[in-house]
Structure formats: structure tokens, C-alpha cells
């Protein structure tokens, strides 16, 4: 049996905006990431499909990206009507907590909704908008490495037990 690559890290997360200079301003001016590249095309490489857009690429310290597709439409992403508006998002880690209650402020001098300072006990996280409406995550880890590794060590088993709940549940549901 071969062994599977290694995954080295995330290198872009894309998602649709609406305006590219809004998002822009939001990401370069207000969060402070740089615009680092913009592909123009009016061909899609991967399907060939005709499609003019502008891919803006945001990159964040440790060299990955935070990327957005404007269509040239003046339409965001639409939510998912299946989906509580909290569910889907980013999560970006901070270094400090110092420096989360920095972007917090600096969010709410800038007139951005902040939820939180949110204590999940592994990480402390304050949660807002852009002006796509997509759900970003400032986070910042705060458990030491051992309750890590415990997390780790009981994840599987944690998994397997919500399955088999859930598989309880459906069975239990079920018209006989």
C-alpha cells in the first residue's frame, strides 16, 4: 500500500464577493492582509466555460490566502437556506490575545459587528462579517498541548459515539 502525501497546509480559501475593490478595502485596508495577486480572465481554466472574473488572492503571514471571485454581477454568494448563518465560516488565528482584542476594536471602530470575545476553551474567538456577509473568525489558541493531545487522542472515538447516536436516532424515527 503506497502512503498518501503529505498535506502541507492550506495555500487559498475562495469564496464570491460582490464588489472586488469592497472587498479590497475590507481585507488590505481593515484587516490588514495584502493584495498579492489578481488573475484576470474571461475563461474559466478548469471547465473552459466563459465566465469574465477577477480572482483577488489576500495573503495572511504564514504565506496562505484568502481569495474571492468577483463576477462583475454585483452579487455575493447567497447563504444556505439550510444552514445557521454561524455554521459557515473561517476561523484566522491570531498570535495573542492582545492582538484579538486589537482586531476587535479596530473591527468596531471601522462600524463591523464583533460577537464576542467567545471562550470555546481551547481557543478564545470573536466572530463578524465582511461585507460579502461571509463569516470570518479572529482565534486565538489558548489550551495548553496536553489537552491538545487529548483532543486528538479522542476524537475517533468521540466521532464513532455521535454516529451511532445518530444512527440510533434514524432507526428510532423510522415508520415501523
Partial sequence: MSTLPA??????????????????????????????????LDRVPSTGE????????????DGSNIAFFDLGDNTAALPSPNTPAWVNHIALRLPSLEALETMKQRLLEHDIEVLGVTDHHFVHSIYFFDPNGFRLEFTVPVAPAETLAGYRMHARATLDAWTEEQKQAATETRPA
Fill in 50 to 61: 466563459h465566465c469574465p472574473y477577477v480572482h483577488l488572492f489576500f495573503e495572511m503571514a
Fill in 7 to 40: 498535506v502541507l497546509g492550506l495555500h487559498h480559501f475562495a469564496w464570491r464577493c460582490r464588489n472586488a475593490e469592497e472587498t479590497r478595502h475590507f481585507y488590505e485596508d481593515i484587516l490588514g492582509l495584502p493584495l498579492t495577486h489578481v488573475i484576470r
